[in-house]
């Protein structure tokens, strides 16, 4: 089965601070995924990645950046935390185009 | 970004009833996946439809395809308590890139 690990269950930061939140999959596949979730809004994409080195901005690209060296690394950046980036933030990779993602168990963000 | 129209958004039912929830879209789907997330877990991936009309089945739980391309729906028979979650629905489009997902099913399963 794939895997795919997120670092940090739960993180407190503080407004300001760089947050890097990282994820890791190991079954080698090209496409990752951000998302963040929360409660009525469903799961909205923040950026995904088919490649190494390579990103596409997702609905809600705002105030967050990606980094992508390794294939089975992807790195979700916030450069500034802030109050509105509390949530619940989902990685998520797939195979292919067709087929569906296999999701981390999360990392729940709180910004004070 | 597109999002899917899930319905009921939350469902309180008694253990062994059945459940139905469905998902609608003002775009054509090629495919549909139904996910459930426990509480403090991510989502999961319990069925995954490729064509119009498919009807699959997991266990107790049966999904279909609707005919139409932009609806599918979920049911859940003889539900026990570890069915409580949120079930989430998702879609691709044939010219897409990324999967849309619904808004969630809350189901809660009273003993």
């Known amino acids: 089965d794939v895997k795919v690990t997120q670092s940090s269950r739960y993180l407190v930061k503080r407004t300001g601070e760089k947050v890097f939140l990282e994820c890791v999959q190991d079954?080698?596949?090209?496409?990752m995924f951000w998302y963040r979730q929360d409660p009525g809004l469903g799961l909205r994409l923040i950026y995904f990645?088919?490649?190494?080195?390579?990103?596409e901005k997702g609905d809600i690209p705002e105030g967050y950046s990606v980094s992508r060296e390794k294939k089975e690394r992807f790195s979700l950046i916030l450069e500034s935390a802030s109050t509105n980036q509390t949530s619940m933030y989902l990685c998520?990779?797939?195979?292919?185009?067709?087929?569906?993602?296999?999701f981390g168990s999360g990392t729940r963000l709180t910004v004070v | 970004g597109q999002q899917l129209n899930q319905s009921p958004q939350s469902m309180f039912i008694q253990e062994g009833e059945d459940v139905s929830m469905n998902c609608t879209s003002s775009?054509?789907?090629?495919?549909w996946l139904w996910y459930k997330q426990d509480p403090g877990e991510g989502p999961v991936l319990l069925i995954a439809?490729?064509?119009?009309?498919e009807l699959t089945s997991n266990g107790r739980l049966t999904a279909q395809f609707g005919i139409t391309r932009k609806d599918s729906f979920l049911n859940i028979s003889a539900s026990i308590p570890s069915d409580v979650g949120i079930y989430f629905c998702?879609?691709?489009?044939?010219?897409?890139?990324?999967?849309?997902f619904g808004t969630g099913t809350s189901l809660t399963v009273i003993p």
């Open positions: 998520a990779s797939r195979e292919s185009q067709v087929h569906g993602y296999t």
């Open positions: 998702a879609g691709l489009a044939n010219t897409g890139n990324q999967f849309y």
């Open positions: 775009s054509i789907f090629n495919t």
């Open positions: 439809l490729y064509k119009a009309g």
């Open positions: 079954m080698d596949h090209e496409n």
């Open positions: 990645s088919y490649d190494v080195k390579m990103k």
